[in-house]
């Protein structure tokens, strides 16, 4: 199994991006969906995550204008950005919980990570 994002990129502030990550592999189901994220010298922190009934959770700082959702036809996680800050500059890490069809028992798994600067 494997997680890819994508999406990343230089945005000036009050702009916009989204986040993809798509997991790949012999899955047979996934669970929660998660986004991190990281920033220079910073401990790696969650953003927002999304469950199997599309229950959703976010961290303070970005209620409002992120938005998490999935699509399970494409074990994929989106991550919408919207009225970005500087503050948001940081690796963005997507995070999930998949039951592999070799294993049937559900593992974490990260993607590799993709850059979001916030600047002007």
């Known amino acids: 199994v494997q997680l890819q994002a994508s999406g990343g990129g230089l945005v000036q502030p009050g702009g916009y991006l989204r986040l993809s990550c798509a997991a790949s592999?012999?899955?047979?189901?996934?669970?929660?969906l998660g986004w991190y994220r990281q920033a220079p010298g910073k401990q790696r922190e969650l953003v927002a995550s999304?469950?199997?009934?599309?229950?959703?959770t976010y961290a303070d700082s970005v209620k409002g204008r992120f938005t998490i959702a999935r699509d399970n036809a494409r074990n994929t996680v989106y991550l919408q950005m919207n009225s970005l800050k500087t503050e948001d500059t940081a690796v963005y890490y997507c995070?999930?919980?998949?039951?592999?069809?070799?294993?049937?028992?559900?593992?974490?798994?990260w993607g590799q990570g993709t850059l979001v600067t916030v600047s002007s």
């Open positions: 995070n999930a919980d998949v039951m592999a069809a070799t294993t049937l028992t559900f593992a974490n798994y």
């Open positions: 999304i469950d199997s009934g599309s229950s959703t």
């Open positions: 592999g012999s899955i047979f189901s996934v669970r929660r």
